[in-house]
DNA sequence: CTGAAAGCGCTAACAA
DNA sequence: TTGTTAGCGCTTTCAG
């Protein structure tokens, strides 16, 4: 392999001329500038990357954490902070945790090891603390509303949107509300959890834990919560489901099993994904491009600790 | 930042007795061993990876090109390669081309600038023998079927299976026969075409060029054939489509639309998504993690080159 | 079993 | 405007 002291030599020059040629840097003659080119084309020279990275301590990766790659919700967040990396000149290391600790960990240790220059974590399985100590190690902007004042947060105000959902169902005359979520432990199932308490109080209306279902994560699940209604004698006339597949799935089993959609039940998604449109589901949109974009600002932005709140709207369709 | 000669001072040893522990190498004391260890611990040692990939030549970074990472059928096909990935202590880089050919070259070169050990490529803009050359840098492995003496590759049979989808439609007795593909640029569509070709030769079948629809790749591209097949006045009664979720939107245009499937339309989709599942939609199953599994092998065994062809089945449901 | 020392290929401070 | 040189932090050969 050829380096740059073999560029140096063929060129007749040192090797400080050829590093400042390769990355543009001034005070070089345009003669030197061309004897190194020439001998760059000549010898088909590429630099190496891993010694760039391990003399600047720079490497122009980001690392990002999520669950799931194949989640249209994680896939479509995904999808915008790549079109954010790829214009900055930045690529992305996929760290596909499935929530299990141990990979989250593997994320987290890159950043240690300099490998990357942040992380952006999409969804965590990790406690709050564990993450921060890691930011003695470099950049991390995280998915989640949390004011802190080492890592940055790009966020959705889950109380606020859970709860207008809920109170959209009101207005549309529910009174037996329910919802689905991906997993009771995840911070934003809380939150929606408090929503919903604060909602139901308000309303005076009773908590019935049978119309909250978990686990509803793909959009195979759906069919499980389709199932559960039938069976039971007293189901909810509503159904907050947050995540648009899952929504999709129900809507589907629903037309075929003979619940009436939005009489028998009504539905509102999340995500505003297009087959939320084609569908006629009502939905709450979230802005992914803004999202991703905003993440990736912050990851990459190391003068400062910011919090990014993104806004959710109601899309009114045929579901309710 | 402490590095391993700070180690080596601390624990009273030379920076190669630290290396080997830290690698797991034979030949230390377990005094020495316990001592270094001890070291780590207290100064919160980590490596800096940069500089094992500089010494070593190696990186555990494995590039994945594909053109949009929110597509079902990428997605799904990225999971089950991080799957593979993880699980062999490998990291995904992930490149979004959207068939833009400097993004492909940015992959390609970090395989010269050796940041990456190897390269799978799912989908790709290049020619072939642009990508053949860099075969000299590093591992290749293509989702293609052409048998290359210098690319691993894993493939379906896109010729085969197309037939057997027209032939599955002809049985049905279906003589007027559509299809709706990606890009007609794409391999795999000039091998689909060349079936479609042949089939209607062989069946007697004149060729109507307003019966194949392209750029369905997105969930909405299926409203636009939808639109398309209406202001027909002798549309096709069946359509091969090569994407469930196109199929899917297609399915629901119809539904509302007024027209009649499998009636007045029948449909074969391909992935067999859920949403095909539940949707009741016919459609060819694309074995994603045996495709994933069998990239990352190839692009990390770097001894031989090896050709694998996965099998697709038709899976009969209520749209035919 | 252990350690000295020579790289890996590039950057950048400093001197000229 | 150019070149010398000392790192960056780790691995690995070789001699002991």
Known sequence: MTNIRDIAKMANVSVTTVSRVLNNHPYVTEEKRKAVMQAVKQSNYYKNINAVHLSTGKTYLIGIVLPYSDHPYFSKLLHAISNQALANQY?????????QKEKEEEALNMLKQKQIDGLIICSRAHEWDTIEQYTAYGRIALLENCKSKSISTTFIDHHHTFYHALEYLYKNNHRKIGYCIYRKTGVSSKERESAYRTFLKENNIAYQPAYIFDQCLQYEDGEKVFHQLKQMTDPPSALVVTSDQVAACLVTCCQKGGIDIPNDLAIIGFDNHPMA?????????????EMGGSLFKQVIQSDQVTHHQVDVRLIERKTV
Do not use: G, H, N, V
């Open 91 to 99: 690529k992305l290391i996929l760290f596909q945790t499935k929530y």
């Open 277 to 289: 449109k084609y569908m006629e589901i009502t939905t709450m949109e979230i802005p992914f491009e």
